[in-house]
Structure formats: C-alpha cells, structure tokens
T-cell receptor, first 114, second 113 residues
Framework: DAGVTQSPTHLIKTRGQHVTLRCSPI?????VSWYQQVLGQGPQFIFQ???????GRGNFPDRFSARQFPNYSSELNVNALLLGDSALYLC?????????????FGPGTRLLVL | AQSVSQHNHHVILSEAASLELGCNYS??????LFWYVQYPGQHLQLLLK??????LVKGIKGFEAEFIKSKFSFNLRKPSVQWSDTAEYFC???????????FGTGTRLKVLA
C-alpha cells in the first residue's frame, strides 16, 4: 500500500513569495495533520484537518493556511514567506481523529526561503 | 505550557551496548505517548506507543519503553544496539483534550560498528 505522499520534495522560494505544499494521505485515512520541522528541532504542529474541517491549529501566524479536499488530500499554503519559514514540512495521516491513533508521516517537503 | 523534553541530544554507543533515551513531559493529566524513529534518508516511523494498560510497552526492532506516571517519563530502551539503529529518535505526547503531537527535540544516536 502507498504511504503518505507529499509534493514537491524540495522547493526554493524568495522572501515575500507564496508557496503551496500538497499531501495525499494513506487510502482510507480521513485525518491529515501538518508539522514544521526546523533543523535541530522536533516537528511542531501547524494544523489538523478531519473530514474536511479544521480541528486544530498550532501557534503559527495567519500567513499559514490549509484545507482538505473531498478526497481527503490536503494543501498547506504559506503567504509572504520569511527566511524563518525555511524548514521541512511534514504531513501525517490517520484513519480517524483519536488520541491513541498512530499518525503516519510522509517524507516531507523541504522548503528553502532565500 | 505543555512540553516534552529529551535530555540527550547526541548519543554515541558501540554495538551491543545498552541504550536508554530519556523523555519527560510537563503535564499531569491523561497522556498518550509515542516514540518515533527517523533513519537517515527516511521518514518518521512509529517505534511504539502507550495509551493505557501495561506501562511497559514493547515495540518493533527490540525496543521497549516504560511509562512512569509519577515521574512524567516515558524512556526508551534497547538491551543491545546494532549499527542499523543509527537514527534520530523523537518522543511525542498527545495531551488530554487534544489530538496533536507535541514532540521533543530529538536524540541523534550513532552506533559504532
């Protein structure tokens, strides 16, 4: 079975630009979460979507937004990019939205902002 | 504030040595606890998790972890490491009333052959 897939794998942008990152969950999974992993730190929670509704949001500015589509895939959008947005962006999916469920991570999109 | 701390940032061991990686969390309520591993060039994978029952949890590849509620700890152990265990290990906690992981900063383990 295919795991969580993310596109693109790498991306280079300049300050002020906008970026869209994409995630396809494992087939049948209805929950998608986004995390930002800065070099040398653990992943930080950005958003969680379940059944196409936002169910949780981390401490990120309004420049970050996301959505989930009817097929449960998801997009993460970041506007007005800053140098500090350079990071690995991880998507994770789970079947439902339950605290004891395993979240399955994709390979990530590595974003570099120049 | 809810937080997770991993005290060992870098660990170097020889093959066959025993491993214990510390993980502590800040909150005293109900928690769900996870250890993830990231091998070089690969994505995060679940090693083991605890949400109820026996506080000693066994995971894949010979890893185990013990939940000690009184110490807010969930330490990862392996009796005898192998070169292939070289990776970064992350402790993650889901605190009561939430569904998001709070991750520790990770521990980079290098096993010398």
């Amino acid at each position: 079975d295919a795991g969580v897939t993310q596109s693109p794998t790498h991306l280079i942008k300049t300050r002020g630009q906008h970026v869209t990152l994409r995630c396809s969950p494992i087939s049948g999974h209805k929950s998608v979460s986004w995390y930002q992993q800065v070099l040398g730190q653990g992943p930080q929670f950005i958003f969680q979507y379940y059944e196409k509704e936002e169910r949780g949001r981390g401490n990120f500015p309004d420049r970050f937004s996301a959505r989930q589509f009817p097929n449960y895939s998801s997009e993460l959008n970041v506007n007005a990019l800053l140098l500090g947005d350079s990071a690995l962006y991880l998507c994770a999916s789970s079947l439902w939205m339950r605290a004891w469920e395993t979240q399955y991570f994709g390979p990530g999109t590595r974003l570099l902002v120049l | 504030a809810q937080s997770v701390s991993q005290h060992n940032h870098h660990v170097i061991l020889s093959e066959a040595a025993s491993l214990e990686l510390g993980c502590n969390y800040s909150y005293g309520g109900t928690v769900n606890l996870f250890w993830y591993v990231q091998y070089p060039g690969q994505h995060l994978q679940l090693l083991l998790k605890y949400f109820s029952g026996d506080p000693l949890v066994k995971g894949i590849k010979g890893f185990e972890a013990e939940f000690i509620k009184s110490k807010f700890s969930f330490n990862l152990r392996k009796p005898s490491v192998q070169w292939s265990d070289t990776a970064e290990y992350f402790c993650a906690v889901i605190f009561s009333g939430t569904y998001k992981y709070i991750f520790g900063t990770g521990t980079r383990l290098k096993v010398l052959a």
